[in-house]
């Protein structure tokens, strides 16, 4: 079956502009997970989503937000784009079992976002 | 939060050699997962190892919980094992959120 799937691969947006970022998880997938990663900081968590719930947040600004549909498809917008924000942003899925630990989770191939 | 401390942090191996990757974390976890991240940046899921050993071909993977750490075993390195492998631990409470480390970087030269 066919894995993850992000869309862009590549994109290069203005400082001050706004992107959206798009994921189709595995098929029977419904948790998505969402990364950054940059050199600097490594790969940080930004959040999850599971049955159109965001279940986990991470540390980042208000400007990074996100939402799943009801088909498990998940989207990532970053608004009012900083220079440090240029990174790859990769999405995961799973078949979360609630009330279960413990599952196996698939990346896709990555959004690399340039902003200058 | 949980630490996750990979070592070493640089490896440059001739081929054939064979090599050992090191994951420490500071606490406990329910899941641990090894990945392997290829030059286009996909993170490829090696082994999902919340304990015990698992083997697949030239890699193997044990993961002792009660001590909090794992390995990674490359055996017979091959050029195409070279990138950047990482470790990544799931902490308790119901979500999917992975805390990785820094990652090894292994160069396996012909």
């Known amino acids: 079956k066919a894995g993850v799937t992000q869309t862009p691969r590549y994109l290069i947006k203005t400082r001050g502009q706004q992107v959206t970022l798009s994921c189709s998880p595995i098929s029977g997938h419904r948790s998505v997970s969402w990364y950054q990663q940059t050199p600097g900081q490594g790969l940080q968590f930004l959040f999850e989503?599971?049955?159109?719930?965001?279940?986990n947040k991470g540390n980042f600004p208000g400007r990074f937000s996100g939402r799943q549909f009801s088909n498990s498809r998940s989207e990532m917008n970053v608004s009012t784009l900083e220079l440090g924000d240029s990174a790859l942003y990769l999405c995961?899925?799973?078949?979360?079992?609630?009330?279960?630990?413990?599952?196996?989770?698939?990346f896709g191939e990555g959004s690399w976002l340039t902003v200058v | 939060g949980i630490q996750v401390e990979q070592s070493p942090p640089d490896l440059i191996l001739q081929e054939g050699a064979n090599s050992t990757l090191r994951c420490n974390f500071s606490?406990?976890?329910?899941?641990l997962q090894w990945f392997h991240q290829n030059p286009w940046g996909q993170l490829i899921n090696l082994f999902y190892?919340?304990?015990g050993t698992k083997q697949n071909g030239r890699l193997s993977a044990t993961t002792v919980a009660t001590e909090r750490y794992s390995l990674l075993y490359i055996s017979s390195s091959q050029t195409t094992d070279s990138g950047v492998y990482f470790c990544?631990?799931?902490?308790?409470?119901?979500?999917?959120?992975?805390?990785f480390g820094k990652g090894t970087k292994l160069t396996v030269n012909p």
């Open positions: 995961a899925s799973s078949f979360l079992n609630l009330g279960h630990s413990g599952n196996t989770i698939y």
């Open positions: 606490d406990s976890v329910n899941n």
């Open positions: 190892i919340p304990s």
């Open positions: 989503y599971f049955s159109e719930t965001q279940r």
């Open positions: 990544a631990v799931e902490v308790p409470g119901g979500s999917e959120k992975l805390v």
